[in-house]
């Protein structure tokens, strides 16, 4: 395709919808012979970066632009789409009042839709909602709308990957305070810096407290699925954040999100103290033993009591039988693995000693009422 066929596909395109079109090459406007969008450039450097996304798109809440690279002859173009203005906004710009009868008012969903579809038209490239950033610029960030800070987070979290990391990390704490591990809690806590990019606040120390009423929800709802009791967990919950106020610095704060999570800690392993020594020395047993097969007769030959016993103490101090108890932590077990490497099922099923991988998969369903995939599809959902 040449230029001048582009400018009259351009042409057509505008006068049945009413959204601008215009080529630039080298910082010069080759097409038409004045666009607002090269005008206003200044303002909306957005539309002119290079960077890893295809398509830019950029909504100042009253009007909406989007750019792309296009090469024709060699020779790479930049073509813009808009101004449109934005369904239901107020023009308080008097030169753009004066173009509102000769350009169209698109919602930032239409407007996305159509120059997605104008670029697959053009490249032959078809893109997803992630490779489409909107970049939204408001002079005074204090006055925006919570709409309007939702739609600059989501942004901000799609542009530097931050869902994917937050969600990571949240799994990875979790599961980490779930096991005890307190020297992964530090090693995490090192890292914490580059895991959240996104703020929710603009006071940094106002952000990690939101943050840590966050946590502290998920520790609680932890803790009560491992088997402490809801008086204990509350009233952990509630003690820690009614300290919250406390806390006169980012430093202390995050030092009180570590103090929080060895509390939780100690709350969940406390809880399986309380045990008998005998069910505690099977539980050890358990956990260091969980790639291998597990019989009653291992934890017989193991404390010197019979299995019968052995199995009525699981029964009467777990409320479970020992052959529930094994499943329910090697599928915990199976959780871990399916979160945080790349085993394939099969792989997990072996690791794991189930008799195969369909005996795996149904017994995953059994305990957590979804398939393996199911699980771990829905837990990167954000990938």
Not at 5 to 32: A, E, G, W
Not at 119 to 128: A, E, F, K, R, V
Not at 130 to 140: F, M, S
Request: aromatic share 14%; charged share 25%.
């Amino acid at each position: 395709m040449n230029l001048q066929t582009l400018q009259n596909i351009f042409d057509c395109f505008y006068q049945r919808t009413y959204i601008p079109f215009s080529i630039v090459k080298d910082d010069q406007l080759i097409f038409p012979e004045y666009s607002p969008l090269f005008h206003y450039r200044q303002d909306l450097q957005y539309l002119y970066i290079n960077d890893e996304f295809p398509l830019h798109i950029t909504n100042n809440y009253q009007f909406l632009g989007a750019s792309f690279l296009y090469p024709i002859n060699q020779e790479t173009y930049r073509i813009l789409i808009g101004p449109c203005f934005v369904l239901g906004s107020q023009i308080k710009d008097q030169y753009m009042k004066e173009l509102t009868y000769r350009i169209s008012s698109e919602s930032t969903e239409s407007f996305t839709s159509f120059c997605q579809n104008i670029y697959t038209l053009l490249t032959t490239h078809s893109l997803n909602e992630n490779q489409i950033p909107i970049k939204y610029l408001r002079i005074n960030h204090d006055k925006l709308t919570p709409k309007e800070i939702f739609e600059k987070n989501l942004y901000e979290r799609r542009s530097e990957d931050a869902t994917r990391d937050s969600y990571q990390f949240e799994l990875r704490f979790l599961d980490y305070v779930k096991r005890g591990r307190k020297d992964k809690i530090d090693w995490i806590f090192k890292t914490i810096d580059k895991t959240y990019t996104v703020h929710l606040a603009d006071n940094s120390l106002d952000t990690i407290k939101i943050k840590f009423i966050s946590l502290v929800a998920l520790l609680t709802r932890l803790a009560i699925d491992e088997g402490v009791p809801l008086d204990s967990a509350f009233s952990l919950s509630d003690s820690l954040i009614q300290n919250l106020p406390n806390m006169r610095s980012s430093q202390e704060c995050l030092k009180y999100i570590k103090y929080a999570s060895y509390e939780f800690i100690e709350l969940i392993h406390h809880t399986s103290k309380q045990c008998s020594s005998l069910i505690n020395q099977c539980i050890r047993y358990i956990d260091t033993h969980i790639y291998e097969k597990i019989t009653l007769r291992d934890l017989e030959d193991t404390t010197g009591h019979s299995s019968v016993y052995i199995s009525s103490r699981f029964t009467l101090e777990l409320g479970l039988t020992f052959s529930q108890y094994l499943l329910n932590k090697k599928i915990e077990e199976a959780k871990h693995l399916l979160l945080f490497t790349d085993h394939s099922y099969q792989e997990i099923s072996t690791l794991l000693n189930f008799t195969s991988q369909s005996h795996f998969t149904q017994r995953f369903k059994h305990v957590t009422g979804q398939t393996p995939k199911a699980y771990r599809d829905m837990n990167f959902k954000y990938l």
